[in-house]
């Protein structure tokens, strides 16, 4: 850290302290050649998550844009507010855990309609039928075949 006076590397930290809520570290430092004090705040670098789109386009990560998706797929079935704020903070967090600067897409989509499976059948089908852009009633059914199926075998 150069001194704002007289430009010196040298310096000692003072005094340290939270900051703005607990988001920063303020620092009272000396320069060691002039004894001018000055202050620095340090913040945590956030770097966005940006989202890989099919196209190839980035975008980033948008936890309204998650809730939003859900909510369609979920419209006028019994899956409560709170179910899919904790589908979101759990899609969230196994995301963010991964360290990654970018994902794809897909696996957003795919870890939601995991998600949804669980809690409600016909908005995970809803969901799938967007998310895997069913060309017409043959792909529907196709999916609801292979969704009865591994339902019968999970039974045995």
Do not use: W
Not at 47 to 69: A, H, N, W
Not at 117 to 137: G, L, M, P, T, W
């Amino acid at each position: 850290m150069r001194c704002p006076f007289c430009g010196n590397e040298d310096n000692k930290v003072v005094d340290s302290r939270p900051s703005r809520e607990g988001q920063a570290v303020r620092r009272r430092r000396e320069c060691i050649s002039c004894a001018k004090r000055f202050t620095t705040y340090e913040y945590v670098e956030k770097v966005p998550l940006m989202l890989i789109k099919k196209d190839g386009r980035r975008e980033p990560f948008s936890r309204e844009k998650l809730i939003t998706g859900i909510e369609l797929s979920c419209k006028k079935r019994p899956v409560s507010r709170e179910k899919i704020e904790k589908i979101v903070e759990k899609i969230e967090s196994e995301v963010i855990s991964l360290s990654k600067k970018e994902i794809p897409s897909h696996e957003i989509g795919e870890k939601i309609m995991i998600e949804l499976k669980k809690i409600d059948e016909i908005a995970y089908v809803r969901f799938a039928s967007v998310y895997k852009q069913f060309r017409d009633k043959d792909d529907f059914i196709k999916e609801l075949k292979n969704m009865f199926e591994k339902g019968e075998k999970k039974k045995k």
